[in-house]
């Protein structure tokens, strides 16, 4: 087989290629290309000076920080999630599993108030965590923490899902008929299997985390120093017409994102030869 | 008759019955009750109680306060403003997902791979650089800013930056959803149109498109929800001008900063409808797909 | 070990997929519960081991009953239609798994379970494969392995759902002898289900024949196929050609011709009666003398000349117009009546097998 597939007898191919890659260069690679042309012209010194500022290392620990353990909790409660939509009845599962997407279909903004609204010192569940646990939400890393489980929440969910679903019964009898225990059966046969959608989950949660803005800057306070996220300083260097330096921390984000993506690939990839071809 | 025999042992009724039924793969009652609660418990907290406050303090003030903040001439000028964009990047990104759906799915290249992965690219890119990416192109002091000063022509803090921004981050939507439902039915239909003396746009009008509309919906009313209320990247890009470069989303910031909460949160109100919609379109999609579709 | 269930009723929704259901089956034997789907086998092996709960009834093992006892703890061994091989294991750790899962206390060190392991291995022919992954084995061989698994815990009794169903045919009847001999050397009592009845008269001790969740006949495979206890069976093991009539002493009544069958084996049917006579293909011969009054007229259709043996097929005539009878006949006789499509002939049954049409309704009544 050579690289072109010129004998297909369908029709197309030259026209549905060259359009997708042009549009694919205009609208996404040439903008990227932009980023990382702009930071070719600061030295290296210069590059490493911003984005080693202490503000902005502080809200890098911040961000990843928080995206990790909003990642981690939406792993946890994601599978259990998942697992009470596919293997148990309860009234009202129809609406659930519908509104487990909420996060990807409302705008962040809208997200970020009504979050807000609910974790003020004042606000719905504010006022008792705050009144009653001396517990501040809103306006503090455990604000933003709270907007990311929000927006990472479908991710483990709808990897996870679709894996259980697929599932046959088979394998959890052959486990007892074998003599395991329900929890051995579900520790040695069902969790390896969903292990790689919760990895995947897991690493497309942080991935959207760490780059979130929307939902996130109006419960964070924006704290220099304490609740300022990565996506941030690259506004407040932007607004002080500080092209180069919203430039390098950008790159440095998109590196980590590239590096996501890569994992992300190469994990369904390998669970791809190792379990998808049909028993 | 032959229905019943064929949904039957062991057990092919709805996969949840199946399980909690059968002793071997049932989990005992309390701990069923543990995971479901926790389960529920998170799900209400950060699902439902936030779609549930939108639409609350929406209504604070009461239907008059309401009506008041939706009527406002900056608020329809960030409604006109909010449809316009979706209007001009809906069509975009679906005539660049079919082509690229009908190039990956339909033939065998090299560089395959590189290509799916570049379309996925525009998820895992912050919304925040987006808008950055923009106005280092046209910015003032951007790559074409001279030459775009010069015809006086006015991308960003203009309706163009915002439109471009939009397309950008809805890029993979209805491209990502076609990709793996095209590769999934094969392409023997399309080579039997062909064989039957079909032409190109008759085989993709008479062959493709029927098999294919299910799937170009449900990516276009993802692609359109988040066209609508993208905030980020268009936040960079957009100034903020009242009336003029305010997005549906740009608006509700505007008047949360203006602790105006009650109008905010009715504009805001419009979204999350929107969002729902959303969902309820998508989940009648998803069940049509499923019960009629089913084809492999 | 034996195996005795009582009364056992199950249903799925308004289907009965168990109606009644009581069997024995005794220790050491390899028996094939078989019938067509959706007659119940599968929910009864699933029901003897424990995967599958009878709505009433019980389950005996070794006499003592195991109805409430948990799958886990019935130490049945059960092979599933599509082996259920944990696919994230390799081929060793899959057969290891039963060991490593018991309780600490009865649980045996890594050597022993090695040992244990290849042992199994050895006997299922597949040592050499211990670390692949199933994903990496034929049909065959994941087969074996899934055998090899369920032998690990030493189960009392040996269960098998569909075990050469997802195989091709080739590998099907290697598998079906190697299942056989491997019975015979371990004499573990073992039940199969299938839907072939080539694989259960061939590999099983004794067939259980069920049909709409009963029992239609249980026997050995000689039993079964030469003494069909209803019409189902006789409609289910081979081919049959089946003649609807009136009983009468001695004869049955078809249209105006007579078949003449053994008064002394069908006492208990009334005169009068409808009925169901059966004969197997070769139990029929063919008159060319159309002018005899014996046996019941046809006209010829297609001679088929191929095989040890030659088939005739035919089409009935007058009041049977419609019905289409095969006969089988040594090529010898065959060549003797030099039949031509077309011809009308008489066919000669030299052994007839009656059943009422409406058995246990009295007065023709129909429910």
Redesign the interface.
Known sequence: ?S???RH??????G???G???V??SL??????A??F??TMSLSFVEFWAIVTEPRVLASYRLSFGTSLLAALINTV?GL??A??L?????PGK?L????????????????G???T??YAPNG??GQFIQGDLGIKVAFTPLGIL?AL??IG?PFVVRTVQPIL?DL???????????????W?TIR??VL??LLPALLTGFALAF?RA?????SVI?IAGNIPMVSEIT??M??TK?EQYN?AG??AI?VV??LL??L??LLV?GLQAWTAR????N? | MNAVVASLPGGRTSSQTRFERNSATAEQSWVRAVVLTLALVFFGLFLLLPLIAVFVEALRKGLEVYWTALADADALAAVRLTLLTALIALPLNLVFGVAAAWAIARFEFRGKHLLLTLIDLPFSVSPVIVGLMYVLLFGAHGWFGSWLAEHDIRIIFAVPGIVLATVFVTFPFVARELIPLMQAQGKEEEEAAVVLGARGWQVFWYVTLPNIKWGLLYGVILCNARAMGEFGAVSVVSGHIRGLTNTMPLHVEILYNEYNFAAAFAVASLLALLALLTLVIKTWVEHRTHTSGHRH | MSIQVRNLQKRFGDFTALANVSLDFPAGELVALLGPSGCGKTTLLRIIAGLEQADSGQVLLEGADASDTHVRERQVGFVFQHYALFRHMTVFDNVAFGLRMRPRSTRPDEATIRRKVMELLELVQLAWLADRFPAQLSGGQRQRIALARALAVEPRVLLLDEPFGALDAQVRKELRRWLRKLHDELHITSIFVTHDQEEALEVADRVVLMDHGKVEQVGSPEQVYNQPATPFVYGFLGSVNRIHGQFDAGHVRVGDDRLPHSPASHNDIRHGSDVQAFVRPHELDIVTDTDSRAGIAARVDRVLRFGSSARVELDGVDSLSGQRFEVELPDSRLYALDLQAGQNVRLLPTRLAVFESNPGLPGGKTA
């Open positions: 087989m690289g072109l597939s297909s007898v369908l029709p197309g191919f026209l549905s290629l359009y997708t890659l549009y694919l609208i996404v690679l040439l903008p990227l932009a980023v042309a702009k409660f259990l999630l697992w009470a596919v293997r148990y009845s309860f129809k659930v599993d519908a509104l487990v997407d909420l996060p990807f279909a409302l705008p962040t903004a809208v997200a108030i009504a979050l609204a609910l719905w569940l709270v489980v929000f929440l679903e046959d019964s088979e394998f959890e009898e052959a486990a007892a008929s074998l003599g395991a225990s329900r051995q040695y046969v390896p299997v991935a760490v780059g979130e803005y929307g109006f996506p941030l690259i506004i932007l092209y919203a430039t950008a984000m998109l994102s590239f996501m993506l690939n190792r379990t998808g071809r028993r």
